[in-house]
């Protein structure tokens, strides 16, 4: 007869997580961070308890009699879906005990969490038995999902039923409520129109990007230090006297076997490090390093100001044709008409991940690049605010074109970009990302597929307007030595 359950194994347990060996890190983690919830949300209510084996049977228990004591007092039974579980027997034993006395899981105890499509080692996929394919599950597959996925699991142990959406101003109603005074009537000719509109942004969504970063010592100072021992390494970043990056560094095959010491190597799970500001700088660090090695195979340089701008093509103006799209001119070259001097007009953007609540973001900001031969920016004071001022003049349909140009360009006009890192890619949509509004001007609408083909001499309208602004500072300087 088994004994009775031993001091704290007492209490409830809120969520029994069944899984596989191959899935355990992963689990852990999870474990951990539902145990450090409340179930009330204050911070002096009852915290959350994970049954987990590694935590809750001890050397020389029976496994099977601790087993199905958990079980038993576990409120949900979370099963972490991945091919190698549904495979292996002791989670079978566990899923199926609770489908048997419940098959159509009427008192919502079974919570799947599906959490791989295939086996860890690649290959076979996932098949989902009865009953998982009528359940509701929680989708962990993308690093994205994680947080909102994350948020509906504790609210299920919080016993608190899903949120419904917002309040709306009622349309059907018999008596509308009191308009404030000076408030603009619904029906005003001044009032926006009732029209769902989609606002296409200037950032490029993450889809997926690499889980772990590793890191070991390291003797490297300097970039300069890792490129003399280590030729086209991934990329990297040196914080704290260690080389992180996203390449494994306890491969045979370790690209940064010369520079590092071996004996110090260590791994951590991504979604820990944005939780640490200091390491989400890092990270975000790193991300943009791997920004910087692909968009130097695209004929584009960094400024000094962090612009890309596109290079001469040997001194010829250089054109970009994304598939079918038409041929656009990025760099060319422009004579003052007034000093006979000539200089450069380039495309540029300046181009970085971001990371917006919990999720990531490539921001595309596009502006131009004056140079004096194709590949040295101009310097002076005057510069800056040439480019700047000629942006600003731009129509909203001439810019949506130059970031529709850029996520076509970055994607080699492919509907996604693929960031190598060393290990798995960094994975974008080509499409910017999407903001819908209930209130706009109907009939007010671009279509985004025409914009590439209207076909303008962007560069030679930002020569033009260099002259202009340089005209009207000398003429700002002669009042003033008229003043004087």
Known sequence: MPSAPRGQDAQIVDLFLCHNGADKD???QLAE???????DGSPGGRRLRVFFDEWDIDVGDNVIVRLNDGLRRARCVGIVLSPDMLAAPWPTLEWTDIVAGDPINQRSRLIPIFLRDGTEKGGQRIELPAPFKALHWLDFRQVRQYRSSYQRLIRKLRDKPPARGRARRPLASLQDPATPIGAIEPESAAAPDRINEAILGNLLPVESYPTTIWNAPT?????????TKVENPPAFELKAERLLTFADLSAPQNPFAAIVDNRGVASSAIQDWRDDP?????????????????LRRLFLKRDERGRYFFLSDRGRSRKIRNSDDPAREVAAKKT?????????????????????GDSLYLLIDPCYVFTADGERPLQGSVVGPLSMQWTGKERNAAIL???????RTLGRGSTKLEIQTGAAPIVLSGIPALARVSRGIEFDHIAVGSLLHQVEDELGKAAANIVWIEQAEEADLDEEEAAE
């Open 336 to 356: 003052n008409p007034a000093t006979g001097a000539e200089f450069w007009v380039h495309q540029a953007a300046w181009l970085r991940f971001q990371s917006l």
């Open 26 to 28: 992963w689990v852990r």
């Open 33 to 39: 961070q539902v145990e450090s919830e409340t179930f």
């Open 401 to 407: 074109r130059h970031i529709v140009f850029w996520s």
């Open 219 to 227: 003797e490297a100072r300097k970039p300069e230090d890792v490129f």
């Open 278 to 294: 200091d390491h989400l700088r890092w990270f975000m660090s790193l991300l943009n390093r791997c920004l910087h090695q692909h």
